[in-house]
């Protein structure tokens, strides 16, 4: 009898202690807004509050799934994250398919060249908003398992990489800001204690922690050089000799700025190989900024054209 309840409390000890020590193992890497590996979220936000600007629109095309093994849905969790950081760093974020966008930029062709009607509704309305776009395609994406076994204890760590390529072109002139390729990385651990604890399993959430840090690189690139760039911003209406446009306070533009307005013709293409390498442009005015509505909209006067329109291209003049 005695040996008997010596038995039960040497085991239900031995339980305890597993217990305790089992809630030492731990699972990392839980993705939310953030990775584990670079803390990109952050340095997005601090990018976000240094950015000196209006409120650019920014159209995203769906991102191309150029993975060997064509992994499941990944072009389009690459489009959903990045617009969902683009629109947390202040700035605004539209959708785009690449087919949407070339039928609509045909028809604006036409429309320009006057082989085509405009009738009630010119076709360049639905991108009049959009200032910048962003295209790109995930080229690799991988996983692999890291693990160690001690005599109590052991580890597994998962690791995705992923390498994007992305380029940032001005809608205005179609000229390429940035066009780079970049790589993101997200980790999870989990641990073991005696054999028990958690277990390393597939999770989905592995591939877009992996693709928060790659887009989150790349758009804290996109950030940095739309500061460095001079200003620049589209009529949003225009009422007798009041324009305003996207800048306010944010823009750091003092009141008495003076701005040149210019208005998009046609495409220039590259007669050899077809592709857009510009846009012509025509001076049709000046203005100069009397006041500050807010810190995204501004009013100015104007000095000089008669044709000012909303969507044309408003640039600082040094």
Partial sequence: MQKKIRFMAGFLLFCQLVFIINGCASTSGKVKDDVSVTGQTKRIEEAGQKYTGPQY?????????????????????????????????????????????????????????????????????????????????????????????????????????????????????????????????????????????SKASYDTNLRDGALRDALGKALEKMLNKLSSEPFQSKVSLVDNNVVLFRAGTKSNLPVGAKLAVFRTGMEI??????????????KVGEITITNHQNKDLSEASIDSGTDIKAGDIVRQIK
């Fill in 57 to 197: 629109m920014i159209g995203i095309i769906t991102f191309e799934n150029k993975t060997p093994s064509k992994v499941l849905a990944i072009g389009e969790a690459a489009t959903s994250i990045l617009r969902t950081q683009i629109e947390s760093a202040g700035l605004k974020a539209m959708l785009l398919s690449e087919d949407e966008l070339k039928n609509q930029g045909k028809v604006i062709e036409l429309q320009k060249s006057g082989a085509l009607k405009t009738g009630k509704k010119d076709a360049s309305e639905g991108l009049e908003s959009i200032d910048f776009r962003v295209s790109g395609a995930i080229t690799a994406y991988s996983e692999a398992e890291e693990g160690s076994d001690l005599l109590l204890t052991s580890s597994k760590t998962q690791i995705a990489r992923v390498t994007v390529d992305y380029a940032l072109v001005d809608v205005a002139s179609g000229r390429s800001l940035v066009a780079e390729s970049g790589m993101g990385e997200y980790r999870k651990s989990t641990g073991k204690v005696l054999g028990l604890g």
């Fill in 269 to 282: 293409k590259d007669p050899d190989t077809g592709k857009v390498i510009g846009v012509r442009e025509s």
